[in-house]
């Protein structure tokens, strides 16, 4: 039982949960970013440099020439698929912008802490004080 009872208390900690919570909304981050990148991006970065398919960019260990890598593979030839390396690369970067941006909104979203004056205001005994010694400069002059 008391098995049990840890794990009702180490699931029910908020920490827990909020990583939950982080895991299923980053899944869904995860897809939007991925659209963004295959459906977006890609076709704009293709068009900038003529058309070029990364994932058809490899390098085949047997010496032989295969238009694409699907045949490749096919042929059962190993492959060095630079383009797919060049492609994560290009979403990790997406990514990461992206990330940056939402962290950049979050904080702004986030309340700030009141800056606290660096001079307290006097208290009402200071006040006094203050007031007799005015009023004695003023009785001299």
């Excluded at 009872?5 to 029910?12: A, L, N, T």
């Excluded at 085949?60 to 890598?69: F, H, N, Q, V």
């Excluded at 096919?74 to 383009?83: D, H, I």
């Excluded at 390396?85 to 992206?98: D, G, H, K, P, V």
């Amino acid at each position: 039982m008391g098995f049990v009872s840890e794990f009702k208390e180490f699931i029910s900690k908020g920490n827990v949960l909020d990583l939950a919570v982080g895991v299923i909304i980053g899944a869904a981050f995860g897809k939007v970013v991925t659209s963004l990148t295959d459906d977006i991006l890609m076709p704009i970065l293709s068009l900038f440099t003529g058309g070029v398919d990364f994932q058809n960019m490899f390098v085949t260990l047997d010496g032989k020439s295969y238009i694409t890598l699907e045949e490749a593979r096919k042929a059962g030839s190993a492959a060095l698929t630079y383009g797919n390396f060049i492609n994560a690369i290009i979403y990790f970067l997406i990514i990461a912008f992206a990330i940056f941006w939402v962290v950049k909104a979050a904080n702004s979203i986030k309340k700030k802490p009141v800056e606290v004056s660096a001079v307290p205001a006097p208290t009402a005994d200071q006040q006094l004080l203050m007031e007799i010694r005015d009023s004695l400069r003023t009785n001299r002059g």
